[in-house]
């Protein structure tokens, strides 16, 4: 099984491009996030799906749009990049039937550096 | 305001020594708190996970003690190893939402 899978896995921007990350998973988990990964500040939540249609900011959403395309895909758009936006970002996904077992399965990360 | 706070940002250790990383969170309705490991260039696995209804949770050389009435939480390494070097993430969660502390870069030297 491939888990999660990240597209693409580097990618470099001029200030004020747009771009889309994808991400897709095969083990039919209700639930998928995309967090950031900065030097100093471990994750951090941009936006979480807990299920299909639905979607929700977490602690750093300014700057993002999401769209969870179906079950499988869920989708992150930067649609005017900022050097601020440089980083490592990860997709998850979890299967959450129930509170207090909420187990996160990663992507490998997309590098995105802006300029 | 980041919600889960862990410390030390770096930890270096013998081989066969104890490594020690803690964790304190501040929203009480966190009901799940797991632990990650991330190896350089890939995503965080996790590692071992505890409920606030258990005071520790033993998984082979990785422990967790959970301290409820503090807000905190840590892990323990037993017999440190140089393949146990890595980057560390404590994490608390509310359901859907999981939040995660900065990290702690764990070397094993031999």
């Known amino acids: 099984n491939a888990g999660v899978t990240q597209t693409p896995k580097f990618q470099v921007l001029k200030t004020g491009q747009s771009m889309t990350l994808q991400c897709a998973q095969d083990?039919?988990?209700?639930?998928m996030y995309w967090y950031r990964q900065d030097p100093g500040m471990g994750l951090r939540l941009i936006y979480y799906s807990a299920s299909e249609g639905t979607t929700d900011k977490g602690e750093v959403p300014n700057g993002y749009n999401v769209s969870r395309l179906n079950k499988r895909e869920f989708s992150l758009r930067l649609e005017s990049a900022a050097p601020s936006q440089t980083s490592v970002y990860f997709c998850?996904?979890?299967?959450?039937?129930?509170?207090?077992?909420?187990?996160?399965?990663f992507g490998a990360g997309s590098r995105l550096t802006v300029l | 305001q980041q919600q889960v706070k862990q410390s030390p940002q770096s930890l270096i250790v013998q081989k066969g020594g104890i490594s020690i990383i803690n964790c304190a969170y501040e929203?009480?309705?966190?009901?799940?708190f797991p632990w990650y490991q991330q190896f350089p260039g890939k995503g965080p696995a996790l590692l071992i996970a505890i409920r606030p209804d258990v005071s520790e949770k033993k998984e082979g050389r990785f422990t967790i003690s959970f301290n409820k009435s503090a807000k905190q939480f840590s892990l323990h390494i037993m017999d440190s190893q140089p393949g146990d070097s890595a980057t560390y993430f404590c994490a608390a969660s509310m359901y859907n939402d999981m939040r995660f502390g900065a990290g702690t870069r764990l070397t094993v030297k031999p």
């Open positions: 083990m039919n988990h209700n639930s």
């Open positions: 998850a996904s979890s299967e959450t039937t129930s509170p207090g077992a909420n187990v996160l399965t």
């Open positions: 929203n009480t309705a966190f009901d799940y």
